[in-house]
C-alpha cells in the first residue's frame, strides 16, 4: 500500500507539470477549432462552426503538411545515416572516453539554436567564408547557391538534431548484451552479417526513437526554415505561426495544430508499438 | 544568522506593499519595440513627473496584440503599435480616447499628423513615426537604378536573385497592388489572384524574404536591391554611401507607428502625462537621429541637424507628400482571403 502512495506522491509533480502546462492549454486551443475568428481578429464565440476544420483539409493547406513532411523525412534519413555510425563508434570506443565522447555529441546544445542557425549563414551566404575561399583561390567564379533554399533547411535540421539521434541509438547499444554478437561469431557469421541480423534489429527501438524525434522536431521547426530558406518554404510550423501570429485567425490556427498534432500522435503510438514488438521478440529470444 | 529568517520576511512585506498598494507611488506600464525610445526613458520621465515608469517590449505588432487581445488590455497603460493594429484594437474596444486637453504637446505635430486616414483627429492613436516603403538599391552596382515596382516584381537579369523582399505579410502583398495601381488594401479575389501569380513569379528571382537583415545584406553586397522601409534603409547608407532609396513611381504605402492608451489602464492621467512627454522636442529629435525615421513630430524635426537631410534624403521627405500614399488599414473579415493568398505565394514552388 505505502509503495502505492509513494508512487502516486513521487508522480504528482510530473503529472501536476502535464496537466496544468501541456494537457489544459491543448483542451483550450482545440476548443478554438470550432469557433469563428472576429472580423478584428480574437474569437467569435456567438457562431459555433466546422468551417475551420474543412479549411484545415484544403489541397492548399495538405501541400504544406506533404512538403513539411518529405523535408522532416529527408533530414531524418541524413540524421539516422549520421547518427548512427557515430553511436557504434562510442558506443564500441573504450569506456574511459565514452563520457568525454558523448559530451561532444552534446556540446551544440550549450549555444543558442538561433546563434547556431546564424552561423550556418555567416558559413554558407553567397559572400560567405565559404563562397569567399572558393572564389578566392579560383574554384568558381560565381558564388555557389547554398543558401536559402531546401537542401540548407534539411542541412539545418539535420545539423541541429543529429545528436538525439546518436544518444538514443547509443542507450540502445549500450543495452545490447555482448554475448549475442560473440554468440554469432562464434557461430560462424561475418562482422556485417551479425551488425545485419543482430545488432541492427536490437537497436531498432534506438532507431525509431531517434528517428521520431528528428521528425517530430523538424516538422513543426519555423526558425530554420525563415533563416537557412530564406522564408521561401513554408513549412507546417511557419503556417501555423502565421496564422496565430500575422492572420490573427486562432481557431484556423488551431485546427491546423490540431491535425499536426494528431498525425505527430500516429506516429509515436506507431512507435511506441514498433518498440514494444522490438522487445517482445527480444525476451522470447 | 537568526535575524536573516526575520530580515527577509520584512524585506518581502515591504516589497509586497510598494508592489501591490498604488496609492504610495503612480506606475505606468508601457510596451514598445527594443531600442526604439530613448534608454534613458524610464528616468527622464520619473524625473519630470514623479511617475515610475515600467517597460516592457515587444518584437512584433503580432505579438503584442496577442498578448493584449488574450488579457483585454489588462497590465499595459501605454502601447507602441502601427496604425492597422492600433485601428484594430480600437475596434474590439480595448483602447481609451485620447484626451487632447491633457496632452499639450499634440500643439508639437505637424497639422497633417491630424489627418491620418486610420484615425482622422487623433481620437484613439497619436502618431510616434511614419514613412514610406520602397526600393533601396546598392547604387554603384545596379546596371539602371530602378523606378518602379515592377523592376522588383520582373528583376533585370543583373539582379536575378539578388533581391529581397519584405516578409511581413501586408507588405509583401503592397508590392503587388502598388505596381498595379490597386489600393494597398484590397480583398477583392481579382485582385488578390493577379497579385498573387506576380509574386510567385517574382520569388523565383528572390534571393529571399527578409525584413530584418535586409539592409545587412545589401551592405555585404548579398542583394543588390531589395524592399525596405525607408528609416531601414538609412542603416544600411550608414555602413554603405553607396545605397539610395527610391518611392517607385507608382507610389508607396504610409505607415505611422503610433501610441494608444488602453481602456484597462488603472491611471490614464499617468498615461496622458507620458504621451505629453513622449512629445515632447528633445524626444522628438532622438527618434529623427537615433532610429533615423521620420518623426510627425514637427518641434523635433527642426530641432534636428538639417545636414542629416542631406545625408538621407528621404528623411527630408514632407509631411504632404506622405500624405498622399494610402495608408495600410485593418482588413477586417477580408483576412481569410488575405492569408490564403499569402500562403498560396508562400507555398508556391
Known amino acids: ?18 496537466g496544468l502546462l501541456l494537457v489544459v492549454p491543448c483542451l483550450l486551443v482545440f476548443a478554438l477549432i470550432f469557433f469563428e475568428r472576429g472580423i478584428y481578429g480574437g474569437i467569435d464565440w456567438q457562431a459555433p462552426t466546422f468551417e475551420n476544420v474543412t479549411r484545415a483539409f484544403d489541397p492548399l493547406y495538405l501541400a504544406i503538411f506533404l512538403d513539411s513532411g518529405i523535408i522532416a ?3 531524418t534519413l541524413i540524421a539516422l545515416l549520421v547518427g548512427y555510425p557515430a553511436a557504434y563508434a562510442i558506443a564500441k570506443s573504450p569506456a574511459s572516453r565514452q563520457t568525454a565522447l558523448l559530451f561532444l555529441a552534446i556540446l551544440p546544445f550549450w549555444t543558442n539554436y538561433l546563434i547556431r542557425t546564424y552561423a550556418w549563414i555567416v558559413l554558407l551566404n553567397p559572400v560567405g567564408l565559404i563562397n569567399s575561399l572558393l572564389m578566392g583561390l579560383g574554384l568558381r567564379s560565381q558564388p555557389l547557391a547554398l543558401l536559402y533554399n531546401k537542401p540548407a533547411v534539411v542541412l539545418g535540421l539535420v545539423y541541429s538534431y543529429t545528436p538525439f539521434v546518436i544518444l538514443a541509438i547509443y542507450s540502445a547499444l549500450q543495452r545490447l548484451d555482448p554475448s549475442y554478437g560473440e554468440a554469432s561469431r562464434d557461430l560462424g557469421a561475418s562482422a556485417f552479417q551479425t551488425f545485419l541480423r543482430i545488432t541492427l534489429p536490437l537497436t531498432a527501438p534506438g532507431v525509431a526513437a531517434g528517428g521520431v524525434f528528428v521528425f517530430v522536431l523538424s516538422i513543426g521547426n519555423f526558425v530554420t526554415p525563415d533563416l537557412l530558406g530564406g522564408g521561401k518554404f513554408q513549412m507546417v510550423g511557419n503556417l501555423i505561426y502565421d496564422q496565430f501570429l500575422s492572420a490573427r485567425d486562432w481557431p484556423f490556427g488551431a485546427a491546423l495544430s490540431a491535425l499536426l498534432i494528431g498525425l505527430m500522435m500516429l506516429l509515436l503510438f ?16 | 544568522m537568526k535575524f536573516k529568517p526575520l530580515l527577509s520576511l520584512a524585506a518581502a512585506a515591504l516589497m509586497f506593499t510598494a508592489g501591490w498598494s498604488p496609492a504610495f507611488a503612480e506606475k505606468l506600464v508601457i510596451s514598445n519595440w527594443d531600442g526604439y525610445m530613448p534608454k534613458d526613458m524610464a528616468e527622464k520621465f520619473k524625473a519630470a513627473t514623479g511617475i515610475d515608469l515600467e517597460i516592457a517590449v515587444h518584437a512584433t505588432n503580432e505579438e503584442i496584440m496577442g498578448k493584449v487581445t488574450a488579457s483585454g488590455g489588462e497590465g499595459y497603460d501605454v502601447l507602441f503599435v502601427s496604425s492597422p493594429f492600433a485601428e484594430a484594437l480600437n475596434n474590439l474596444g480595448l483602447l481609451a480616447p485620447i484626451d487632447h486637453a491633457k496632452i499639450p504637446n499634440l500643439a508639437n505635430l505637424y497639422p497633417e499628423a491630424n489627418e491620418l486616414k486610420h484615425d482622422p483627429g487623433n481620437a484613439f492613436s497619436v502618431p510616434y513615426t511614419w514613412g514610406t516603403t520602397g526600393l533601396c538599391y546598392r547604387s554603384d552596382l545596379v546596371k539602371s537604378a530602378p523606378t518602379s515596382w515592377n523592376d522588383l516584381l520582373t528583376p533585370a537579369d543583373d539582379l536575378k536573385g539578388k533581391i529581397t523582399m519584405l516578409s511581413t505579410d501586408r507588405w509583401l502583398m503592397a508590392a503587388g497592388f502598388l505596381a498595379d495601381g490597386l489600393s494597398v488594401n484590397t480583398t477583392d479575389q481579382a485582385d488578390l489572384d493577379k497579385v498573387r501569380d506576380q509574386l510567385i513569379s517574382a520569388k523565383r528571382n528572390l534571393l529571399a524574404y527578409d525584413d530584418t537583415t535586409f539592409y545587412s545584406k545589401l551592405v555585404s553586397g548579398e542583394a543588390l536591391m531589395v524592399q525596405a522601409w525607408d528609416g531601414w534603409c538609412n542603416y544600411g547608407i550608414t555602413d554603405q554611401p553607396q545605397i539610395k532609396y527610391v518611392i517607385p513611381k507608382e507610389g508607396s504605402d504610409l505607415w505611422a507607428d503610433t501610441m494608444v492608451i488602453t481602456k484597462a489602464s488603472k491611471n490614464p492621467e499617468a498615461a496622458a502625462k507620458f504621451i505629453d512627454f513622449v512629445l515632447n522636442a528633445d524626444n522628438g529629435k532622438w527618434v529623427v537621429e537615433n532610429i533615423m525615421y521620420k518623426s510627425p513630430n514637427k518641434a523635433g524635426m527642426e530641432a534636428v541637424d538639417k545636414s542629416l537631410f542631406e545625408k538621407y534624403p528621404n528623411m527630408a521627405i514632407t509631411p504632404a507628400e506622405l500624405l498622399k500614399y494610402e495608408q495600410l488599414r485593418d482588413l477586417g473579415n477580408g483576412m ?7 500562403s498560396e505565394v508562400m507555398a508556391a514552388k
Not at chain 1, 500500500?1 to 510530473?14: D, E, F, I, V
Open chain 1, 1 to 18: 500500500m505505502n509503495s502505492r502512495y509513494a508512487t502516486w506522491l513521487l508522480m504528482l509533480p510530473g503529472l501536476l507539470w502535464l
Open chain 1, 270 to 285: 506507431a512507435q511506441a508499438i514498433a518498440s514494444l514488438r522490438a522487445r517482445g521478440d527480444h525476451a522470447r529470444a
Open chain 1, 73 to 75: 523525412g529527408i533530414a
Open chain 2, 336 to 342: 481569410k482571403a488575405f492569408s490564403k493568398t499569402v
